[in-house]
């Protein structure tokens, strides 16, 4: 059995030092600029609820809210933060929010042209999907979750969102979108595994709608050959790959029994491996582990991974991954 309790008391340790005030939190908990920013707010939340130690008294909530709906825009109703596509952040922040059981106090009206079936699917179609397949899934699952969030949309536009995403996906690959998914250069190196993080996205939304999987054989096919035949450092970045892996894998052999064996001997595997090499970083020397969106993406995976290895990772409390509460991170 590995020992998380260690790790999962520093992870609470970078979001006390993170905090600025009741619910407001920077994102860089070691670094000089202190100002108050989304993704800080927000992973600060979701790290709690991760870890278990989510607030629980009503003033601390309340301010939580606050601060979050402080943060959107009044003009345009989105969220906005230098690192990612508005798209992102405001799907990221209407999630946090959510664990609240709480809302945005006006709508993203900048998003309402895509409220109608035809003008999402023109956006879809539209999006970059063979040369900028990762950050491009922040705006067409971000899309979904903003609306659906923000309770903008009906369940005939999100039947139609997954409709266009069953024509669209690759039936050899189980990826989105077919016809794209051939490798691409992600820092010098040539991979699909940008392909795969682009389609975790769609995923968890698929996964939130209650939607199959239109292909759960070929994606389970594409995670084990990823693990061994591609050049991506999977299990070596502090970053969202590695929830990316292990949720596609874990939630495709839920679907089927393909190679069941095998996937659960790979995300043992990679459970072990994974977790070994995280647990001799020292926080001190990982600035990317002071970064709350990072280390809140590095506990995502070991969420996804408790679930998917049962017995394997301890800790105080069971780790709960926000996805099977909302989607979109």
Same mark, same amino acid.
């Given at each position: 059995?590995?020992?998380?309790? *260690?790790?999962?008391?520093?992870?609470a340790g970078?979001?006390?030092?993170?905090r600025?005030?009741?619910?407001?939190y920077? /994102?860089?908990?070691?670094?000089?600029?202190?100002?108050?920013?989304? %993704?800080?707010?927000?992973?600060?939340?979701?790290?709690?609820?991760?870890?278990g130690?989510?607030?629980?008294?009503?003033?601390? /909530?309340?301010?939580?809210?606050?601060a979050? /709906?402080?943060?959107?825009?009044?003009?345009?109703?989105?969220?906005?933060?230098?690192?990612?596509? &508005?798209i992102?952040?405001?799907?990221?922040?209407?999630?946090?929010?959510?664990?609240?059981?709480?809302?945005?106090?006006?709508?993203?009206?900048?998003?309402?042209?895509?409220r109608?079936p035809?003008?999402?699917?023109r956006f879809?179609?539209?999006?970059d999907?063979q040369?900028?397949?990762?950050?491009a899934?922040?705006?067409?699952?971000g899309? %979904?979750?903003?609306?659906? @969030?923000?309770?903008q949309?009906?369940?005939e536009?999100?039947e139609? %969102?997954?409709?266009?995403?069953?024509?669209?996906?690759?039936p050899?690959t189980?990826?989105?979108?077919? *016809?794209?998914?051939?490798p691409?250069?992600?820092?010098?190196?040539?991979?699909?595994f940008?392909h795969?993080?682009?389609?975790?996205h769609y995923?968890?939304?698929?996964?939130?709608?209650r939607?199959?999987? &239109?292909? &759960?054989?070929?994606?389970?096919?594409?995670?084990?050959?990823?693990?061994?035949a591609d050049?991506?450092?999977?299990g070596?970045t502090l970053?969202?790959?590695e929830?990316?892996?292990?949720?596609?894998?874990?939630?495709?052999?839920?679907?089927?029994?393909?190679r069941? *064996?095998?996937?659960?001997?790979? @995300?043992?595997?990679?459970a072990?491996?994974?977790?070994?090499?995280?647990?001799?970083l020292?926080?001190?020397d990982?600035?990317?582990?002071?970064?709350?969106?990072?280390?809140?993406?590095?506990?995502?995976? @070991?969420?996804?991974?408790?679930?998917?290895?049962p *017995?394997l990772?301890?800790?105080d409390q069971?780790?709960?991954l926000?996805l099977?509460r909302?989607?979109?991170i």
């Open positions: 059995m590995i020992d998380l309790r *260690g790790l999962v008391d520093q992870a970078v979001v006390d030092a993170a600025l005030a009741p619910g407001r920077c /994102r860089y908990a070691d670094a000089p600029d202190r100002s108050e920013n989304p %993704y800080g707010c927000a992973d600060a939340a979701n790290i709690l609820y991760t870890i130690r989510f607030p629980r008294d009503a003033d601390e /909530r309340a301010s939580w809210v606050g979050l /709906r402080d943060l959107q825009n009044p003009m345009d109703g989105l969220w906005h933060e230098a690192t990612h596509h &508005p992102h952040t405001t799907a990221h922040c209407l999630g946090a929010l959510e664990l609240f059981d709480a809302g945005p106090i006006r709508p993203p009206v900048a998003l309402n042209d895509y109608r035809e003008s999402m699917a879809l179609d539209g999006l999907w040369a900028d397949p990762w950050r899934s922040h705006q067409g699952a899309l %979904y979750a903003a609306l659906v @969030l923000a309770g949309v009906t369940v536009w999100r139609a %969102y997954f409709d266009w995403l069953s024509a669209e996906h690759d050899e189980g990826l989105w979108r077919r *016809g794209c998914v051939a691409v250069d992600h820092d010098g190196i040539a991979t699909r940008p795969l993080a682009g389609s975790f995923l968890f939304n698929q996964q939130y709608g939607a199959p999987l &239109p292909a &759960p054989e070929a994606l389970i096919d594409t995670c084990l050959d990823l693990r061994h050049p991506f450092p999977l070596r970053s969202f790959a929830i990316d892996w292990v949720y596609c894998l874990n939630r495709a052999t839920r679907q089927c029994d393909h069941f *064996g095998e996937a659960q001997a790979a @995300l043992a595997d990679f072990a491996d994974y977790t070994g090499w995280l647990l001799a020292d926080f001190a990982a600035p990317a582990l002071n970064d709350l969106h990072t280390l809140f993406g590095v506990l995502c995976a @070991l969420a996804e991974l408790q679930q998917a290895v *017995g990772l301890r800790s069971p780790l709960k926000v099977d909302r989607p979109f």
